[in-house]
């Protein structure tokens, strides 16, 4: 004898738990989502503000702090400071990564799985572990804290986002067409540069791009690998915010965040940032 309730219909109770399973997650993601926007609305917003101290919500709305940024020297040195590290880390992170990538995709051996891993092990290491473990090794070797140092260690933090991209672009391309190139008299070099990179380029600027913005936000490394007149910018927005709750780092913050949205736009146009990302 069936045990089910000729009241009840199984598929409507079915239609029940998927619908009120779809709005628990739809809640949990709406309140991750303002979780994660209202701080950014909140220093964007605070930013306009006519006083002369962080306080929400602004008494009043200026631009004031926007202009007091041309004369915040301070800001400017460090800003300078953190695009320059970058920059150097970004570059030095494509030409170390592509080269890691292009062994390690291509080889099925153990050895090949072992640097992979290495390679993207400083994404599982805690970063105030790693910049502390970098400045004791620097002082081991007897190598002091200096600019060289703080791009050496950006470095490393950041080759393993353009590995990540690149092997998975080198992933989706089809070895024939390398194959194919070699049978008709076409070199390595030829081959790499006429078919894989063309391939793999959206992958390598995703992957550069990634590395570029974890040096220049990076705290952890440069607070233990600068030396006394390498200041940073997100060190000098911290310290100046610690202080004295400088309003004029909420202007610049706004304009990073501004800019940062502008980038991956562009990024997403050019290289489908988002498909990387997934």
Known sequence: MSNTNPGT??????????LSFRIVMTAIALAALVLLVAPTVVVIWVSFTSGYSLKFPPPGYSLRWYAELWNAWQLQFAMMNSLKVAAWATGLSILLGVAASLGIARSPTLT???????????????????????????SMVGVPVSPLTLVIGH??????????????????????????????????WYGFRRITLPLIRPGVMAGGF????ASFDN??????????????????MWQDLEGRLDVTVAALSGILIVLTIALMLVMERVAGLSKRLT
């Open 219 to 236: 705290v952890p490394v440069s607070l233990f690998l600068r030396d006394a007149a390498t200041d940073m910018l997100p060190i000098r």
């Open 210 to 213: 990634i590395a570029f913005m």
């Open 112 to 138: 090949a799985k072992v640097l992979d891993s290495l390679f993207l092990s400083p994404l599982v290491l805690p970063a105030l572990a790693f910049g502390l473990s970098s400045l004791m090794f620097f």
């Open 155 to 188: 470095t490393v933090v950041s080759v393993p986002f353009v590995v990540r991209n690149t092997v998975a672009s080198l992933a989706q391309m089809n070895p024939s067409l390398l194959e194919a190139s070699s049978s008709l008299g076409a070199g390595r």
């Open 9 to 18: 219909n199984p598929g409507r109770r079915i239609d029940l738990d998927a």
